[in-house]
C-alpha cells in the first residue's frame, strides 16, 4: 500500500511511523507530509531516509491509506481532499469524531461499524479509547448504565513542546534549588507549571466549567458503546509523568456481576 501520514514531523506522527515499521505494516511507499515549514525533514523508515513533502492535492494521488495526526484545521482541510482521491483517512483529532456520518472507532468494541468502502474514519480521544475497551464486553455482559472515571493524563497527549517542559521543569537543577515553580514565567504550555504538580484542565472550559477532554468521554463514549443516552460523569487531570494515560472508573450495570465474572 502507499500510506501517507499527515504531520509526519510531530510527536504523534513520528510514533506512527515508527509502529508501521515496528509492525512489519503492508507499506509499499511511505509518503510523509507536513506543512511547507517542514517540507525536506528527513525520516527514517525501515533502514532508509524519507524526505518529508509539503501537504498538498497532488500529495494524496494514488494513496491507498492517510493517516492523519496534524489537529483539527488541517484534518478538516484535506480528509476530504484525500478521500476525494480514493484514500481510506483514519484521523486523529476532533474534526470528524462526532459528526453523524464518520464512524468513530475502536477496533475492540465497534469495528462492525466501518464503512465497506474508502471513508473518514475518526480515531476517539485517547482516554476514551482505553476506558471503552474495558467497559464494552461488561457491558455485553451485565448492561452498562453509566459510569464516572477520572483520568490521568501524561504530557505526550500535548506534543514536544510539552515533554520538554516538563523535563526541563523536573530536572536536577532545579530540585536542587527547591520545587517552587510558581513562576508564571515557567509555564508555557499549561496555564500553570506542570512539573511537581497536577492540573484538572485538558483544553478549554465551557461555561459551566466543563473541560473540552471531559465532554469528549461523555459524547465519544456514548457513540462508540451505541449508547446515545448513557450517563457519564468525568474529571480530566494533566499529571506530571511523560507517556502513559491512567483511568480510574467506577460503572454501574444492571446486572450483578462477580469479581470472577
Known sequence: MRVAVLGATGLVGREMIAVLEQRSFPVDELVP???ERSAGVVLPFRG????????SEDAFEGVDLALFSA????????????????AWVVDNSSAWRMAPDVS?????????????????????NCATIQTVVALNPLHQAAGLLEFAAVTFQSVSGTGQAALRE???G?????????????GAERAQVYPHPIAFNVLPHIGGFDDEGISEEEWKMVW???????????????????????RGHAVAVTAVFRDALSPDE
Open 48 to 55: 532508509e531516509s524519507v524526505a518529508v513533502r509539503a501537504v
Open 166 to 168: 516538563l523535563a526541563e
Open 104 to 124: 468513530l472507532v475502536v477496533p475492540e468494541v465497534n469495528a462492525g461499524t466501518l464503512p465497506e468502502t474508502p471513508s473518514v474514519i475518526a480515531n476517539p
Open 33 to 35: 507530509l507536513a506543512s
Open 170 to 182: 523536573s530536572s536536577l537543577a532545579r530540585f536542587e534549588r527547591g520545587i517552587s515553580l510558581g
Open 71 to 86: 489537529g483539527s484545521g488541517p484534518s478538516r482541510t484535506w480528509a476530504p481532499v484525500a478521500r476525494s482521491k480514493g
Open 220 to 242: 465519544e463514549s456514548r457513540k462508540i458503546l451505541g449508547l446515545p443516552e448513557l450517563p457519564v460523569s468525568c474529571t480530566t487531570v494533566r499529571v506530571p509523568v511523560f
